[in-house]
């Protein structure tokens, strides 16, 4: 939908169905575990469809790399939070 460069990502998630992330995210691996969080990376397309679809999982998700998607993720919050 949005293509950008194939680059790794590594987020943490924390919500209920850590399942959904995986299906959603075909090439996603668990790397890390424990009671709350998984640690979580995947190669996708660093564009607007992944920012989209990180975000819509609220703070479920911490995105851990890399520094740009960090950086994006917190402009784009920044620009959520203005509305509010």
């Not at 709350?36 to 999982?57: A, D, F, K, P």
């Amino acid at each position: 939908m949005f293509p950008g460069e194939t680059v790794k990502i590594r987020f943490e998630f924390s919500g209920l169905s850590l399942q959904t992330i995986l299906d959603r995210l075909p090439t996603a691996k668990v790397v890390e575990k424990n009671e709350n969080t998984s640690i979580i990376e995947t190669e996708v397309n660093h564009g607007r469809g992944i920012v989209m679809y990180l975000l819509s999982q609220g703070s479920w998700v911490k995105v851990l790399s890399p520094q740009s998607l960090v950086d994006e993720m917190k402009e784009e919050i920044k620009k959520i939070k203005s509305y509010y």
